[in-house]
């Protein structure tokens, strides 16, 4: 793993199964304005964040309750200079269960403090991995903000 990589991990009393479902219901945890699907390798799927950013992903790799790797194919990110920032990164799910809890480690593979996005995708990224998308295991319900974008 490339020590530069944005990662964060949570553990949480759930199936890996079930986890993956969660993960693949992408507006359950995510406050984003989502088209497509996420359920199945090679699904495609856009995100917008408001105006005319988007991103487009591809489910590039699916192993059932192991692992989900998302490729950013595509996205436009108007308030950086770099607006392909994200473009040919890749959002990493691996998950692990245990005796019912099921870890999960994410990495958002090319976000990394050299980027112009990393002072604010780092903190968003924490907080729809270990405040939202936790909740949405635990509660049902993902915790939604405001993008600080």
């Given at each position: 793993?490339?020590?530069?990589?944005?990662?964060?991990?949570?553990?949480?009393?759930?199936?890996?199964?079930?986890?993956?479902?969660?993960?693949?219901?992408?507006?359950?945890?995510?406050?984003?304005?989502?088209?497509?699907?996420?359920?199945?390798?090679?699904?495609k799927f856009?995100?917008?964040?408001?105006?005319?950013?988007?991103?487009?992903?591809?489910?590039?790799?699916?192993?059932?309750?192991?692992?989900?790797?998302?490729?950013?194919?595509?996205?436009?990110?108007?308030?950086?200079?770099?607006?392909?920032?994200?473009?040919?990164?890749?959002?990493?799910?691996?998950?692990?269960?245990?005796?019912?809890?099921?870890?999960?480690?994410?990495?958002?593979?090319?976000?990394?403090?050299?980027?112009?996005?990393?002072?604010?995708?780092?903190?968003?990224?924490t907080h729809?991995?270990?405040?939202s998308l936790?909740?949405?295991?635990?509660?049902?319900?993902?915790?939604?903000?405001?993008?600080?974008?």
């Amino acid at each position: 793993m490339e020590k530069n990589d944005f990662y964060c991990s949570i553990s949480a009393k759930i199936s890996a199964g079930e986890a993956m479902k969660k993960i693949s219901n992408v507006p359950g945890w995510w406050g984003v304005t989502f088209a497509g699907n996420a359920e199945k390798q090679n699904d495609k799927f856009v995100i917008k964040m408001g105006g005319d950013s988007f991103f487009d992903f591809t489910v590039a790799e699916l192993i059932p309750r192991k692992r989900i790797v998302w490729q950013i194919t595509d996205c436009n990110m108007p308030w950086y200079s770099d607006k392909k920032e994200w473009a040919n990164t890749k959002l990493i799910f691996d998950l692990k269960e245990n005796q019912g809890e099921t870890e999960l480690s994410f990495k958002h593979e090319g976000l990394t403090p050299d980027v112009e996005c990393y002072k604010d995708c780092a903190p968003g990224w924490t907080h729809w991995i270990k405040t939202s998308l936790f909740s949405y295991f635990t509660k049902g319900e993902g915790v939604f903000r405001p993008s600080t974008i």
